[in-house]
């Protein structure tokens, strides 16, 4: 039944109105307009970045298959990926707002939580990737129909959130994205308060310092 659905919305990406996609919105107007990547290296960029996760098989992977990449401006600067959420998907909810919750869920449950988004990562990286923001907000969580609904039951986690994701072997723009919200799952080195380019740029053990304070966070 439709009214058994609840809808979320993370950073830059959110349900579809008919529930049946997870919408990851892409702005590469940044990239375009430092020179850091020309239009036709951007295009070719997202567009491999759609490969990927359009690869991704969902349940052993937990990330969500994409099907459909669309353009939202004339410009060709911003992007739309749609992914597929499970058939048997009753209802979801982001790791951050899960957190928020008491009493928390028993330890076990968090850490198949954990196991399920170290999967995802692990597919990201072993595809030649890095994820950029991992942390509560970029994990979405999703119950069957026939399990038992938020609080008391355990959901499936998928990571989500890939407006910031590039291959490990682009160019980088040396940019920060800051907050100190978000900062908290960032490496030293790729926290920029001060709004200056960042002289270290982005690999994957800085996914890894994110994912090593998601698990902290989780365990305790």
Do not use: C
Not at 21 to 50: C, K, P, Q, Y
Not at 94 to 117: G, K, N, T, V, Y
Not at 125 to 148: E, S
Not at 181 to 196: A, L
């Amino acid at each position: 039944m439709e009214d058994d659905y609840s809808i979320v919305s993370g950073e830059n990406s959110y349900a579809d109105r008919t529930r049946q996609h997870w919408i990851n919105r892409i702005d590469t107007t940044s990239a375009s307009r430092r020179g850091v990547m020309t239009m036709d290296e951007v295009r070719i960029e997202v567009s491999r970045l759609f490969a990927v996760l359009k690869q991704a098989d969902s349940l052993s992977t937990h990330i969500l298959t994409a099907e459909h990449l669309s353009v939202t401006d004339d410009d060709n600067k911003r992007f739309l990926i749609a992914s597929k959420l499970p058939d048997d998907t009753r209802s979801q909810q982001l790791l951050s707002e899960m957190l928020m919750e008491s009493p928390r869920h028993p330890l076990d449950h968090r850490i198949r939580i954990a196991q399920d988004f170290i999967t995802a990562v692990a597919y990201v990286h072993a595809m030649g990737w890095v994820h950029k923001a991992i942390r509560p907000a970029k994990i979405l969580m999703l119950h069957a129909h026939d399990d038992v609904p938020f609080p008391q039951g355990l959901a499936h986690a998928f990571l989500v959130g890939f407006e910031f994701s590039r291959r490990g072997s682009a160019r980088s723009t040396g940019t920060g994205h800051w907050g100190w919200k978000e900062d908290i799952y960032r490496h030293p080195d790729r926290q920029n308060r001060d709004g200056v380019d960042l002289e270290i740029y982005y690999t994957p053990m800085h996914d890894i310092y994110s994912v090593g304070v998601l698990l902290l966070e989780l365990g305790t």
